[in-house]
Nanobody, 116 residues
Framework: QVQLVESGGGLVQAGGSLRLSCAAS????????MGWYRQAPGMQRELVAR???????TYADSVKGRFTISRDNAKNTVYLEMNSLKPEDTAVYYC??????????WGQGTQVTVSS
């Protein structure tokens, strides 16, 4: 089992920045990949960014050049640095961890609201 706790969401003006954190605990040795997803009201949950154990990253086209995913293995934490935020980035952001058996673990979500 893997437990994930997100933090760092909040209210920010358009053009501003936020950094989300996702701290993992439990069977962290089994994690192959971690990522951030988001879900806006009435919309499907979508991938924002993902990082695999080898360090390769993937980003949604809508956030490329503005968001950066990174990890601190010593702290078992993944970060999402979000810059140049837009109102359309408003959503609940969820952390996801996938283990070697392709089991997914989700965090509780953190709200990000970008005002225009």
């Amino acid at each position: 089992q893997v437990q994930l706790v997100e933090s760092g969401g909040g209210l920010v003006q358009a053009g501003g920045s936020l950094r989300l954190s996702c701290a993992a605990s439990g069977s962290i040795f089994s994690i192959n990949a971690m990522g951030w997803y988001r879900q806006a009201p009435g919309m499907q949950r979508e991938l924002v960014a993902r990082i695999i154990s080898g360090g390769s990253t993937t980003y949604a086209d809508s956030v490329k050049g503005r968001f950066t995913i990174s990890r601190d293995n010593a702290k078992n934490t993944v970060y999402l640095e979000m810059n140049s935020l837009k109102p359309e980035d408003t959503a609940v952001y969820y952390c996801l961890a996938t283990d070697g058996s392709s089991l997914d673990y989700w965090g509780q979500g953190t709200q990000v609201t970008v005002s225009s």
